[in-house]
């Protein structure tokens, strides 16, 4: 009797040293498995503010200096356009001028006036060179020079009068139009090149932060989820810790010993701030849904664990 009385408490006795050694066993494992995680946690914050600090550099670069400089060749652009729109009903103008000239011309007696230089100097110009290639006689070849003199006082003449009429006027003045809107045109091409330059550059930016924003939304998804695994392991390592607890009966392990650490003030706000970060996320998916939107897998989980709770 009290041999198999002594077995028994042998085998209780050693039973209990395996369950708690499983016990222990447990609890390392869950306090190693949520240690694990809260460092991916942090590596996760860690890689958020490095976004978040990219994200307010390049916005800070596409405002004070891609869109000003943007902003300030598009003002140059607008500027020089109204210059050009001017320039082309000056230039409207000086042409019905012109062509009210002609008219008035024709119907008079100067009409003389407009042959054209050309025709003169293309018949000066043939005279020279007849006499040049031909073997002309000395009288044709003297009436030749005459008829050239000739040419050449009637072109000076020509000359002179329409540099005094106002045909001539009109012509310089519309020329001198032309000149200034061919330069605006260069201008604006110029102008507008550096401006849609610095409107790419903008763009291109613009998109970094996107796919940015991207990235962080993707690291805070596997952020909470990580965090709920962590607290899951967390939970885990306090039942068992609990159960310890009570089938020592008061006797507390030396792996007890210690006093339990007060809660880290630093970990109690980082848990804040993911439970904030979860229920922004939580009313985000709700407004797509509400609207109709396609929600991704993440957004439908919160949903629904949100309904559960």
């Known amino acids: 009797m009290n041999l198999s009385m002594s077995r028994a408490n042998t085998n209780t006795l050693q039973s209990s040293k395996n369950s708690f050694k499983e016990l222990q066993l447990q609890i390392e494992e869950f306090k190693q498995k949520r240690d694990n995680l809260n460092k991916k946690t942090k590596a996760f914050i860690k890689q958020l503010q490095e976004i978040d ?60 006036k407009y042959v054209s230089i050309k025709q003169i100097e293309k018949k000066i110009e043939n005279l020279e060179r007849r006499i040049e290639i ?25 000359l002179d009068e329409q540099q005094n009429s106002d045909f001539f006027k009109i012509e310089r003045k519309i020329q001198i139009v032309k000149i200034n809107l061919n330069k605006i045109y260069e201008q604006l091409n110029k102008w507008s090149n550096k401006s849609q330059d610095y409107h790419a550059k903008m763009q291109d930016i613009y998109q ?66 993911l439970e904030k970060l979860k229920q922004d996320k939580l009313a985000v998916a709700l407004e797509k849904q509400k609207s109709g939107r396609k929600l991704n897998l993440y957004e439908a989980r919160l949903i629904l664990e949100s309904s559960k709770e």
């Open 53 to 112: 600090i990219k994200i307010e550099e390049h916005l800070n670069l596409a405002k004070n200096e891609y869109k000003k400089k943007r902003d300030y060749w598009n003002s140059k652009v607008k500027n020089l356009k109204d210059k050009k729109i001017e320039y082309k009903k000056i230039l409207d103008k000086f042409i019905e001028e012109k062509k009210l000239l002609l008219k008035e011309s024709r119907k008079g007696k100067e009409t003389k």
């Open 134 to 158: 031909e073997n002309l006689a000395i009288p044709e070849e003297n009436a030749m020079v005459d008829q050239i003199r000739e040419l050449a006082q009637i072109k000076q003449e020509f």
């Open 208 to 273: 970094t932060v996107n796919e940015l924003r991207e990235k962080k939304k993707t690291l805070e998804e596997e952020l909470i989820e990580n965090k709920k695994a962590a607290d899951a392991y967390h939970e885990k390592f306090l039942r068992v810790m609990s159960k310890i607890k009570k089938d020592s009966k008061g006797k507390r392990p030396a792996y007890l010993s210690k006093k339990p650490k007060a809660p880290n003030k630093r970990s109690t706000f980082r848990n804040e701030e």
